[in-house]
């Protein structure tokens, strides 16, 4: 005996499936932009963040030509950021309270590469670039101050 399949049956059976055609939720999944480069984003906050380094492409600096330039200008022995603070420090989160203020020193800033927007910043013996328009971080060097 075959079941006769109703308008109403069909239009509850669409409206089910809804949900699994739908966007991911809001602060998560990843989109491409006009020139097919693919972002992730995640953040609880919404604030979208670019794979691509906040849309900069790549850093133009090896963690071992930082650390180069830190050692030639006397910039080591710096101590590590506390356990609960440096597992904090991640791209694309926000830049952990108390160490907003600790600047590059301008010898060495003078060797960095610079870019538009961003801001190289020291945490505890780790190099970060930040984003100054939405105050996250966009790369952690570790350990370059050591």
């Given amino acids: 005996m075959h079941r006769a399949i109703t308008i109403p049956s069909l239009v509850l059976a669409s409206l089910l499936a809804l949900p699994a055609l739908a966007a991911p939720p809001e602060g998560k999944g990843h989109k491409k932009d006009k020139d097919g480069h693919t972002h992730s984003y995640s953040e609880p906050s919404g604030v979208h963040v670019d794979a691509g ?3 900069l492409g790549s850093i133009s600096i090896s963690t071992g030509d930082a650390r180069r330039i ?3 200008h006397g910039y080591v022995g710096y101590s590590a950021l506390p356990p609960g603070i440096r597992k ?3 791209r694309g989160k926000p830049l952990p309270p108390g160490i907003a203020k600790k600047m590059v020193p301008a ?3 003078r060797e960095l590469p610079v870019y538009s ?3 190289w910043r020291v945490a505890g013996d780790d ?3 930040v984003s100054l328009g939405n105050g996250l971080i966009v790369e952690v060097m570790g350990d370059i101050f050591r």
């Fill in 53 to 55: 380094i906040g849309g």
């Fill in 70 to 72: 830190a050692e030639r």
């Fill in 88 to 90: 904090n420090l991640a």
């Fill in 107 to 109: 010898p060495m800033l």
């Fill in 117 to 119: 927007g961003h801001e």
């Fill in 127 to 129: 190099l970060i670039l």
